[in-house]
């Protein structure tokens, strides 16, 4: 996987996990119509999940209230019952000051009961009421609407989106999300950023050591500790980078496949048997309509015949059926999975812990983000872009799609772009203390003052996570 990709369902999990936490994830989409309180923290889910803001917009029309947090603004606003602007970075800030409103206003008898309570109150004392608005952006009259809203709720829930923070504070954003949401018993409901970011959390869970993740990689070859190189997915590679031999398996060619010793194409989703955990953590059957075309094979049977032909004995698999029974026996989360090779059709979702344990997390002071400065004026957003799938960007290869999106784009608010001299196309670089990447200005409403935004995919960089969120400034005519 990836760096800079955040999960915010890895976010809220590995939190749980570390304090010994038990609370359901798994949901279904029909739950968030029945909400009469929906509080969207980040992210534009008209745009990335669509079928979920389908479930909102029921919930408004049966008259529920809905809170839009976040500093983007997007069409979505129009149907809040209330806009909070936060600060960029400072979500779990924002969070912990609402959860204080709440205990102070409704006495430390009501939620005493509930585990590390004493703890979590006195952490919160270094969240001041005088520094809330210096801090959130958000005054203290926001906070009092927001816990008025709360309280009148029977039906409370909280949807996590991947945009809410920066990958490096995502943590923290979940751990304050967790204690607020068992200060309220309300639901959360944590969105994927793409299909299968359930799935692969749990298999990266059990399987995948730290230091082999995609930027210790990068390192170790720069070192020269790394010599050889497959990858399986798609991989930002730098043009510096040295190995000896480069093997890339991939359905889609891209100019990182100049620097393959060795290309094996690999299957598209609609030529291959399998199976993924949707947001809702549904475990789906997927059967291929298509047969492969050229010399292309699935991705697991590729794997299957390499390690065969090295001399294995234990890749003895003949079809995806086979593979789902050993992962439903190696990872507990997906106990059930043989079952959606049933006739009989029913729900399967991932195993989760029957006992419930609630616990409320101490929180720490929030460091705010490095100032904006006359050389580096702006701030960076970063993004994950919706119309990749491996290495093939829709924009790329649809000319009308860069009417909508385009993974080159670096977006600026309008009057930021004559500030700065730019107009809509301009290629420009953008500059920061950590290095540069090019793109191309699109000029937009939508991004407020002082914040340009970009996709991970633009970045060559082994450490793309640190880039969100820093100061940058426009370099043009390069």
């Known amino acids: 996987q990836e760096n800079g990709k955040g999960s915010s369902f890895s976010f809220v999990s590995d939190g749980m996990c570390e304090h010994g936490i038990s609370f359901p994830l798994n949901y279904q989409l029909k739950e968030i119509s029945e909400l009469d309180v929906i509080i969207l923290l980040g992210g534009n889910v008209m745009e990335s999940n669509p079928v979920v803001w389908v479930k909102i917009l029921k919930a408004l029309n049966k008259g529920a209230d809905f809170i839009v947090t976040g500093f983007m603004e997007s069409a979505m606003d129009r149907h809040a019952s209330k806009k909070l602007r936060i600060k960029p970075g400072m979500e779990s800030c924002f969070l912990a000051y609402l959860s204080k409103w709440i205990i102070e206003k409704n006495g430390n008898k009501e939620f005493s009961s509930i585990s590390g309570f004493n703890e979590f109150k006195k952490s919160l004392d270094s969240f001041s009421w005088d520094q809330l608005k210096q801090k959130t952006g958000i005054s203290l009259k926001e906070i009092e609407k927001t816990a008025d809203i709360i309280k009148e709720s029977q039906k409370l829930g909280f949807i996590f989106s991947p945009q809410f923070s920066s990958p490096e504070r995502g943590r923290a954003n979940a751990k304050a999300l967790l204690n607020l949401v068992f200060l309220t018993n309300a639901r959360i409901f944590p969105l994927s950023a793409e299909a299968n970011d359930r799935g692969w959390h749990f298999i990266n869970k059990n399987f995948f050591e730290k230091e082999n993740k995609s930027e210790e990689v990068l390192k170790k070859i720069k070192k020269g500790q790394v010599k050889a190189l497959f990858t399986a997915a798609p991989m930002s590679l730098p043009d510096d980078l040295d190995l000896e031999f480069l093997i890339i398996q991939d359905s889609f060619w891209g100019s990182h496949m100049d620097k393959a010793d060795l290309v094996l194409p690999a299957a598209v989703l609609s ?137 080159k784009w670096i977006k600026i608010n309008n009057k930021d772009a004559e500030k700065f001299k730019v107009k809509e196309g301009d290629s420009v670089v953008l500059e920061s203390k950590k290095g540069k990447f090019s793109g191309t200005i699109h000029v937009t409403e939508l991004i407020p003052e002082g914040i340009v935004t970009a996709y991970y995919a633009t970045l060559r960089s082994e450490n793309r996570a640190a880039w969100d969120l820093i100061p940058v400034r426009i370099v043009r005519g390069q």
């Open 271 to 407: 030529e291959t048997d399998g199976s993924m955990v949707n947001t809702e953590g549904r475990i789906q059957r997927l059967k291929s309509p298509l047969d492969t075309l050229g010399k292309a094979k699935p991705d697991w049977r590729i794997i299957t015949e390499i390690a065969q032909k090295m001399g294995s004995k234990d890749f003895n698999y003949s079809t995806t059926h086979h593979i789902r029974k050993e992962i439903g026996k190696e990872i507990p989360a997906f106990k059930h999975i043989a079952e959606i090779d049933s006739e009989k059709r029913q729900e399967v979702f991932l195993n989760e812990n029957s006992e419930y344990n609630k616990k409320l997390i101490p929180l720490k002071p929030v460091i705010g983000l490095n100032k904006l400065t006359q050389e580096y004026p702006l701030r960076l957003r970063l993004g994950s872009s919706l119309d990749y799938y491996r290495s093939m960007a829709l924009s790329e290869e649809i000319t009308e799609f860069e009417m909508f999106r385009n993974i």
